[in-house]
């Protein structure tokens, strides 16, 4: 059974940092596909980015909203999934999740191609 907690959200004031952290157990597997989604309540779940891992080959993919602001990473040896999130804006304010795809041949970022997922952390950026 997959299970996924997440950690490291917190408040900051724009322009700050923070990095996200994902503990992974029971998904251990030469594929995989993992991903970093954020949700409001005025909005639907948004992707923000995704990890996909072939054997030893790794593939990155990041929203436009995130795209040379935020890192996604993983430490195999700590099963644990990383989003690093520079130059904090109040529109990345939201609740992020970690999630596991169904399967690791169909990576992206919507929602629905992912079956589990972590509680949410809460990120709130301030101006």
């Known amino acids: 059974q997959v299970q996924l907690v997440e950690s490291g959200g917190g408040s900051v004031q724009a322009g700050g940092s923070l990095r996200l952290s994902c503990a992974v157990s029971?998904?251990?597997?030469?594929?995989?596909?993992m991903g970093w989604f954020r949700q409001t309540p005025e909005k639907e779940r948004e992707g923000v980015a995704y990890?996909?891992?072939?054997?030893?080959?790794?593939?990155?993919y990041y929203a436009d909203s995130v795209k040379g602001r935020f890192t996604i990473s993983r430490d195999n040896a700590k099963n644990t999934l990383y989003l690093q999130m520079n130059d904090l804006t109040p529109e990345d304010s939201a609740t992020y999740y970690c999630?596991?795809?169904?399967?690791?041949?169909?990576?992206?970022?919507?929602?629905?191609?992912?079956?589990?997922w972590g509680q949410g952390t809460q990120v709130t950026v301030s101006s």
């Open positions: 999630a596991t795809a169904r399967s690791w041949d169909k990576c992206n970022l919507d929602s629905s191609q992912y079956s589990n």
């Open positions: 029971g998904y251990t597997y030469s594929r995989t596909c």
């Open positions: 990890l996909k891992t072939v054997f030893i080959l790794t593939n990155t």
